[in-house]
């Protein structure tokens, strides 16, 4: 697993990458997420995930209630058959309303606080953004930092449920897809290195070229004779 998400969370969730600052991430196109495994599968319980990293959903068409857990282990979601409800107190419901949240509301220890749940759906499926499941650093990954033309994996991430008070995990993984045109993001190495080497050669150039001229007499002054000046064409004679 990587970083946590948010500071605050940090040592209860488990989430995929450092929080991006409130700010849109970088390349956020060329990061991809696949859903890998859910442990063990509830029966009656789907469960998809937009590769984009943008939402994760859970359709309950199964006898148990399931609980889906937030960053703090807290309860987040309560989804049935027939309803979805959402925990106010849950400091998850805070941080995914927005895409790049990164603050939390003061108060207790969440998981010590009894859910206030609220009715949002009526279809037994829910839907929601989740910042476990994508890359939130505004910087890249070193290792795609340090190629960024090619694919990497990124990380595993882990969203924890329950149903019917049995626990089971959803787990996927993050990627980087490879971007093509990355050399134009920044001048390349080699590019660096042979701007520099001309400067060199030109600066020896010059200092060569200026030694030379001052180190070359005046002709004139060693043949011991001095050019007659000319005007109209006739050498003009010293009187």
Known sequence: MLGAVIAVVAGQAAPVAGHGGGQPIPDAAYYRTDLTAVTPQPPGVEVRVDPGGEWIEITNAGPAEVIVLGYSREPYLRITATTVQENELSQTTYLNRSLFADSLPAGQDPTALAPAWRTVGAKGTSRWHDHRIHWMGQARPPAVESDPRHPHPVGD????????????????????????????????????????????????????????????????????TVAAPVTNGTPVRPG
């Open 157 to 224: 991430w882990t969203v924890h449920a329950t149903a019917g008070g049995q626990p089971f995990t959803i787990t996927g993984r993050l990627r980087w897809l490879g971007k093509p045109d990355a050399d134009g993001d920044r001048v390349p190495q080699w590019l660096l290195l042979s701007l520099e080497a001309v400067g060199i050669v030109t600066l020896l150039g010059v200092g060569l070229l200026t030694r030379r001229r001052r180190r070359d007499p005046d002709p004139r002054v060693t043949s011991g």
